[in-house]
């Protein structure tokens, strides 16, 4: 058998074999049900004004005024909620919480 | 190289083992990028989460429910990379805590990793939770998103299958190329080979020159080709020899026995025809014997028997026997020796060769002349005759010992011409050698034995790789 | 001597029979092993000259075997074609006492035919031999003829020794060279000659009457000079 014939007979065969699983599996993969979905409660924009408020409240607390940072992030979070960004607005209020919670020195809230 | 067929070509093996050994390491490699990647992020995952239920469990002990609840609810608020799931249900599996909606209908067992999916702002995602049953009827869901380990996942899993392909592929090539780089290399062993066979003895195996194993096996079979030669050579050369020179006293025989069938006057006569004939015959039948001998030496079957072997005694015997033909020709007889001289091997052969030394050396030797024979060992044995006779010319030197050969001095003188090959053929077999040189005036003919001390001095006659005649 | 001759040769089956039988011998012959081996051992004989190779099944080296294992120990000479010392080792090793290649001059095989005769009698040790005026001490190695001391080298003495065993039958140089010198090879130079010829100076030339001599075309003997 000559050597150039093994190599296409070779490539013939294992070619459409890839093809055809990987095609599949990606099939595979979208078309799980909906049903079994989960939602998760905390990107909605409820959440959102509630992050708000949150941040709000520990601004109130703090003994010193809060950084710009924290100014800036909890605006443009809730600006983007407001417009439907849902999860990148949350991400933006989490961070200020965040940094708010961690530059207090401990200043937890307790209730 | 006939093609037997794809399977049983040693070639193909070789390409099937080269491939087979690719397949089998890019395969570990494969398996090693997965646990580095996909298997690293899942153990990180799992990290995560035994760390948060740790931090969690220490807040229930803490302060109770409350405490926890808390707790959750920070870590929510906090969670920056929009990844944790929280779900803290009641006895009745009603939501207390927690980010979920309600608890997952099929995560029933604590301890194990589930995988969930998740609806994220309208986009899907995976994540792995895991139960934490707590004192009290309350039950605990802490979960990470690893929807990007998913994909990873997907990703890595789609590029293996294609590289499979391009394995598939290579190792294909490269065994190919394995295999005629293999039947390339035997093609010319083969070619050679089939040449010889055919009939033209002139061809050799080229040699790489890489000193690489298929060179050595080059060598090996040219030296054997080398000798075929030499040896089919001889065959010619004897057969020649034989036709040539023995044709002279067959013919001599067979003219005196019709010479006699047409003359003959006397029964006598005729008598005395048919002895001359019978001693011509007997003269033949001795050559024969000789050549035979010869032969029967050269082809090595004799080795077996060697042993240590003294050669003082030989010596003297030699002495003894030819001292009273030398008194009668006027010639001195000397052998000079040590009391012990060992040596390795044949010792009926070695006789037989230091006899016939001595035997040529008389015939040769005019009268007042010394014919002497001495033994030294300085590692080798040497075995020395010396004559002052005509000697042979150091242009016939490389001739002398062939079989049949006189030199042009000694026409006249009886004997077959098979007395020095004889002895060639006798050193050769020892892994020894004859010298021949100049004794100024006459013949110095020295018998060279290999060292009896040697490590193993078989192994050195077996290795003997002087040209046979 | 009673002689068994076991060859499948036409040709040199009957010159040899026709020879030995011109010799004065009574010689029986057979052409194949079977019945060689059957006459060897229903029939006592002298000698048996034995081929090696033979047809019927049985061949040389097999009926010599057998024979010997039957304690038989009649005297047995080979004649073979094949020449290897070897194969000589492995006839005497086989039981017998002498081994002749083809082709042989008769006188040759006469020789040590008779000769065999000799070795056949079971004579017991000997201390002296004597033939005519010429005795040869073996123990004191002292060789005395009409009385009269004679001084030999000791190879000469083993010379004469084995002509006086032999005596009255032909001894030829190729046995002298290996019954005195221990050669099995022929030089190319009659050195044996050499060697008779000054056993005689010695022995006979002093003396009235020769006791040592050459027979033709065959080698020498040593007997009484007749009368």
Sequence with gaps: M?????????????????????AGRQVAA??????????????????????????????????????????????????MCEHGQTRGGIMRLRRALWLLMHEDGGATLER | MTDRGLFRSAGFRFGAIYALLLGLSATALALFLWWATAGLLDRQTEEAINADAQGLSERWAEGGLPALIVTIEDRLAQNVDDDA????????????????????????????????????????????????????GFHLLIG????????????LTDALLWAILVVGLMATIGALVVRNLFRRTLANISATTSAIASGDLAKRVRLTGRGDEFDQVAEVINDMLERITRLMDGVRQVSNAIAHDLRTPIT?????????????????????????ATVDLDGIVGVFQALLRISEIEAGTRRSAFARVDIAPMLIEIEELYGLLAEEQGISLAVVAAPEVPAYGDKALIHQAIANLVDNAVKFSPPGGTVRVTASTRGKVDITVTDEGPGIPASERARATERFYRGESARSTPGS???????????????????LEDNNPGLRAILVLPNPEDPDPRAAALQAKHDFI | MRILVVEDDKDVAGFVVRGLREAGHVVEHADNGRDGLFMAASEAFDAV?????????IDGLKILETLRAQKNAVPVLILSAMAEVDDRVKGLKAGSDDYLTKPFAFAELLARVEALNRRGKGEGPVTKLVVEDLELDLLSRQVKRGGQKIDLQPREFRLLEYLMRHAGQVVTRTMLLEGVWDYHFDPQTNVIDVHVSRLRQKVDKPFPTGLIHTVRNAG???????P
């Design chain 1, 2 to 22: 000559s050597p150039v014939r093994v190599i296409l007979i070779v490539c013939l065969a294992l070619a459409p074999c890839v093809w055809f699983v990987t």
């Design chain 1, 30 to 79: 979208q078309q799980t049900g909906d049903n079994d979905t989960m939602q998760v409660t905390s990107d909605t924009p409820e959440y959102c004004q509630y992050l708000h408020t949150r941040v709000d409240s520990q601004v109130h607390l703090a003994s010193t005024p809060p950084p710009r940072e924290v100014t800036d992030l909890s605006a443009e979070g809730e600006r």
């Design chain 2, 85 to 136: 799931i929280y779900f803290l249900a009641d006895r009745a599996m009603h939501r207390v805590a927690g980010n979920l909606e309600r608890w997952p209908p099929n995560v029933n067992t604590a301890g194990g990793l589930y995988e969930l999916q998740v609806m994220r702002a309208g986009i899907k995602s995976l994540a792995n939770v895991q139960r934490f049953d707590l004192p009290g």
């Design chain 2, 144 to 155: 990470r998103d690893v929807q990007v380990r998913a994909q990873l996942r997907g990703l």
């Design chain 2, 252 to 276: 001599r025989a067979r003219t005196r026995l019709e010479d006699a069938a047409i003359h003959a006057q006397t029964p006598d006569d005729l008598r005395a025809a048919i002895e001359r």
């Design chain 2, 417 to 435: 011409g098979l007395g020095l090959s004889l002895v060639a053929a006798v050193a050769n077999l020892h892994g020894g050698e004859l010298r």
């Design chain 3, 49 to 57: 000259i034995l081929d090696r190779m033979l047809p019927g099944g």
């Design chain 3, 220 to 226: 020498y003997m040593l007997r009484a000079e007749q």
